[in-house]
Structures are given as structure tokens and as C-alpha cells.
């Protein structure tokens, strides 16, 4: 490979993981922003039913002591007084409760003051029912239930707590949804960035398997290279050594045609030396 083409390689490769990385980083903050999107809704729908049942709650202790007091004052026995009083008693503190759990909605508040003095209304009916009845009063605490009977303030209280049931149900519907519309965003969310991982995944796998092939591909060809390297060093070697003979012998040949000459010459040199020596001696 050409190093333009592993400085590409290397590119593509840092931006793919520059990609996951990024991806990872959404999923991971989309992930926890939408779960506690949705633990918030689900908190709320729980705070809804927590509202809705401590009305209830309240309604019931209201009936209890209604029925106590219908009770005792028919047939005088202690046990109905002692229900009414315990359903008294638990008024006040469930009415403080659906008070405080209001408190972040400002249209509860209002029907809340309107319960409460609703409720404060019956309860000193209430009271002085059960002052006539203990007084031996009977009639006029008969009279007493006539009149109130014609106030309905029970029907005050019920349809103050009829209206913060809506209210409540209301609240709820939007609340599940907002919860539901959450939770959905969550789960496709984790899907979405689950299936993204998966593909950055098989990417890097396919570019991992892709650089193995190359380099194998690269190795093989380094070894044909070392092996082809090996056959032409030997056929060179053989091409000089069997130059290198003919040219051993081309110098014996030489030497072996010039040797005659050469004899001849250092012959006539020798005939030479001594006619020259001859010459000068007759000379001299």
C-alpha cells in the first residue's frame, strides 16, 4: 500500500471512531436525560393516585363519622360514638395531608380552602350533635340533623372533592401519557443507539479483517519477494562464476599462444647480446 493510501486509511479509521465516540456520548446523555424524564412523569402519576386515594381517605372519614353520629344518636351505644370520635379525630390530619400534596397546584389549593371550610362547617355540626345527644337531648339533636340536613353541607364537601377527582383525573391522563411518551423516547433511544453501535461495530470489524487481508496480502507478496530476490541472487552468481571461468580460460589461451613467440624472442635477444658482444669485442 501506497503511503497516501495509509495516511486514508488512518483518517478514516480516527474519523470512525471519532464518530462512535460522538454517538456513544449522545445515546449516553439522550439515555439519561429521557430515563429521568420519565422517573420524573412517573413520579407525578404516582403523586396523582396519592392525591386521588387521600381524598378518598378523606370522604371516608367524613362517612364514618356521619354514620357514627346516625348511629349513636339511634340507639345510643357507646361503640358509635367511639367510631364517630376516631373518624373525627382522623379529619383534621388527612385534610392537612391533601393540603400539603396540593400545594405545587394552584387551582387544588383553592378547592382545598373550599373543603376545608366545608369540612370546618360540618364539624362543628358535629359537635353539637354529639353535645345534645350526651346532654340526654335527643330531640333537639334530631331537629338539629333536620336542619343541617336542609344546609347539605356533606353534599358541599362531596361535590368539592367530586370536582378535585376531575381534577385529578384529569391531571392523570395528561401525566400517563407524558410518562408513556417518555418511556417510549427512551426505549428508542437505547434502540436506536444499540443499532448505531451495532454498525459502528461491524464497520470496524469489516476495516479490522480489511487491514488483516492487506497486511497478509503485503507479507506474501514481501515473502514471493524474498523468494524471487533468492532465485536471481543464484542465477547472477551462476552468470559471474561462469564468466569468470571463460575468462580463466580465454587467459590461458592467451598465455599458452603467446608463450611460443616469446620464446623466439628471448632466443634472438640471446643471439643478439652475444653477436653485439662479439661485434664490440672485434671492434674494440
Not at 357514627?68 to 360514638?81: I, P, Q, S
Request: aromatic content about 6%; charged content about 25%.
Amino acid at each position: 500500500m501506497t503511503a497516501e493510501g495509509q495516511r486514508r486509511r488512518a483518517f478514516w479509521q480516527i474519523l470512525l471512531f471519532a464518530a462512535g465516540l460522538l454517538v456513544l456520548t449522545v445515546i449516553s446523555a439522550g439515555s439519561v436525560y429521557l430515563v429521568n424524564k420519565a422517573r420524573e412523569d412517573s413520579k407525578w402519576v404516582v403523586h396523582t393516585i396519592e392525591v386521588e386515594n387521600q381524598i378518598n381517605a378523606l370522604l371516608l372519614e367524613i362517612r364514618r363519622a356521619e354514620s357514627g353520629a346516625r348511629g349513636y344518636l339511634l340507639t345510643g351505644e357507646d361503640n358509635f360514638r367511639t367510631d364517630h370520635e376516631k373518624a373525627v379525630a382522623a379529619i383534621i390530619p388527612a385534610l392537612d395531608k391533601l393540603t400539603r400534596q396540593s400545594v405545587d397546584n394552584p387551582g387544588q389549593r383553592e378547592n382545598v380552602e373550599k373543603l376545608s371550610a366545608a369540612i370546618e362547617t360540618r364539624l362543628s355540626q358535629f359537635a353539637q350533635e354529639m353535645a345534645f345527644i350526651r346532654q340526654g337531648q335527643p330531640d333537639k339533636a334530631t331537629a338539629l340533623v333536620r336542619e343541617l340536613a336542609a344546609q347539605d353541607a356533606t353534599a358541599r364537601i362531596a361535590s368539592v372533592a367530586n370536582t378535585m377527582m376531575r381534577e385529578e383525573e384529569r391531571l392523570f391522563r395528561l401525566r400517563t401519557a407524558n410518562s408513556d411518551r417518555s418511556q417510549t423516547l427512551a426505549a428508542s433511544m437505547t434502540g436506536i443507539g444499540s443499532g448505531l453501535v451495532v454498525v459502528l461495530a461491524l464497520i470496524s470489524i469489516w476495516l479490522v479483517r480489511r487491514s488483516t487481508r492487506e497486511r497478509d496480502a503485503a507479507e506474501a507478496r514481501l515473502r514471493d519477494a524474498n523468494l524471487n530476490l533468492e532465485a536471481v541472487v543464484d542465477e547472477r552468481t551462476a552468470d559471474l562464476r561462469e564468466a569468470n571461468d571463460e575468462i580463466q580460460r580465454f587467459a590461458y589461451i592467451v598465455s599458452h599462444d603467446l608463450r611460443s613467440p616469446l620464446v623466439n624472442i628471448m632466443g634472438f635477444t640471446s643471439e643478439l647480446e652475444e653477436l653485439g658482444g662479439d661485434i664490440f669485442r672485434r671492434i674494440g
